[in-house]
């Protein structure tokens, strides 16, 4: 076998193993963004511990097939560019959705969360999510709220008594 040939291979095995380990992948086309501006998604991803990896969409395909995520296939057309994060689900969609905003021309197509292929549609609703401190803190006042409608009920009754016993 050619030289050429095993480090498609090579290459096709890696891309499999990063679908595999990713927590979410983000698949944008970015054409017509400057250098400039694709350095500086590069960078903001970057610092969100994403890792943003242009491939052929060949062997994408192909790595697709082998990581059990060949619905992904059709969104695999002109220039892409994909979004890893192991740790994070929400960081890449939240980061790709935002520089979106901002710059007309990057256009979120497809991804993978947590192994399930998902829509540009679904990944832009993962990105308006509320950060996991912001959706702690919603719980915490959730569950403060009945204790703190007691002490108010509590203190209005003791009030209420206090003036009738004066």
Known sequence: MSKAIEAKKVR??????????????????????????????????REAGVELKVYKNTMVRRATEEAGLAGLK??????????????????????????AKKNELLEIKAGVIEGVIATSDEIKALAELPSREGLLSMLLSVLQAPMRNFALVTKAVAEQKEEQGA
């Open 12 to 45: 096709v095995e890696e891309i499999t193993e990063k679908f595999n380990n990713a927590a979410t992948a983000v698949v944008v086309n970015y054409r017509g963004l400057t250098v400039s501006q694709v350095t500086d998604l590069r960078k903001q991803l």
């Open 74 to 99: 059709e969104s695999l057309t002109g220039p892409n560019a994909i979004a890893f994060s192991t740790e994070d689900v929400v960081a890449p969609a939240k980061i790709l959705n935002d520089f």
